[in-house]
């Protein structure tokens, strides 16, 4: 039997891991997936119940299990709180607490979507692209780090610190997913400038050997910021550090028309990970059946075929999806301004896909 813990977390968290669970427990059925499920607190629900954003007895939960599922972290309730307590600090502490060093990002655009973006249809045509981003270095982690004042001047000071094993690993990453894809590996840097991203050249490229079969360019981060919007189709694999992937990764997944039909997965060595939809919170809309949950439910999609190995699943549940949104079903997010279109919310969205499995 498989385990899976789900982490609702905050704002439209809860909604859209609902409707996600129901999914997968439709295609476990369906497969023949023994799987029980197990729920906790994270982010500002935990600092609510709890006084903590990320408690020790939720990270041994999911580290006796085989894939956590986890909605958002955060919002303005709890914005004014110190940043070492606050929602986001849960997020980033169970993903150094589980190992999970890799983040997959893939920004596909669904035929039936292709008019959403604010690109013109024909560039953003055909875009099938997957970010790795290393998760757990950087200069997010990096010491030291603070805040302080000098000379009679506040300053604040972050370091940005990777060593060779730390790049190997994740660049081992970006080289097998290239290889399920279309052989061709991005690197993204700025090593004009930083001395860190030098090294990170040093080693993509002696890992790159291990990999004949796949093409590797390198590709300063501000000009890769700009290829992303005026030509996104040449990318398939882009492989960088922690801060460039957090930023790149998130214009990536807009430039496909939505933040809420974006997966991702987070790995640890050897197959566990946390799944996860790219959209925030969005307090704004929680608790309003608007939220659109098919990033929850393409995440889903994820933690089938990497940490169940049910790659059939994983595809009778993107099938699921892109029949849907043929059909003409949207959520909020997904409807152009002045376009004459039906909105559907949260609830009903889960229960097309579900009666789209359930026609198969």
Known sequence: MDRIVLLPGDGIGPEVVVEARR???????????????????????????????????VIDLCRESSAV????????KW???????????????????????????????????????????????????LVVRELTGGIYFGEPRGRGEEGGKRRGWNTMVYDEDEVARITRVAFEQARLRRNHVTHV???????????WMDVVEEVAKDYPDVTLAHQLVDSCAMLLVRDPGRFDVMVTGNLFGDILSDQAAEITGSLGMLPS????????????????????????????????ILSVAMLLETSLACPAGAAAVRG?????????????????????????????????????????
């Open 23 to 57: 999914v997968l427990e439709t295609v476990a059925s369906a497969q023949g997936l023994d799987l029980e499920f197990a729920e906790e607190l994270i982010g500002g629900a935990s600092i609510d119940a709890h006084g903590s954003p990320l408690r020790d007895e």
């Open 69 to 76: 599922l986890l909605g958002a972290v955060g919002g303005p």
């Open 79 to 129: 914005d004014a709180m110190a940043v070492d307590v606050r929602p986001e600090k849960g997020l980033l502490g169970i993903r150094k607490a589980l190992g999970l060093f890799a983040n997959l990002r893939p920004a596909a655009v669904i035929p039936a979507l292709a008019d959403a973006s604010t690109l013109r249809p024909e560039v953003v045509e055909g875009i099938d692209l």
């Open 189 to 199: 840097h700025k090593a004009n400038v930083l001395d860190v991203c030098q090294l």
């Open 265 to 296: 997965a987070s790995l640890a060595t050897g197959g566990f990970g946390l799944y996860e939809p790219v959209h925030g919170s969005a307090p704004d809309i929680a608790g309003q059946d608007k939220a659109n949950p098919l990033a929850a």
């Open 320 to 360: 699921a999806v892109s029949h849907v949104l043929a059909a003409g079903h949207r959520t909020g997010d997904l409807v152009l301004e002045g376009e004459a279109r039906e909105v559907i919310g949260c609830r009903e969205m889960g229960r097309q896909v579900l009666a789209a499995l359930e026609a198969k």
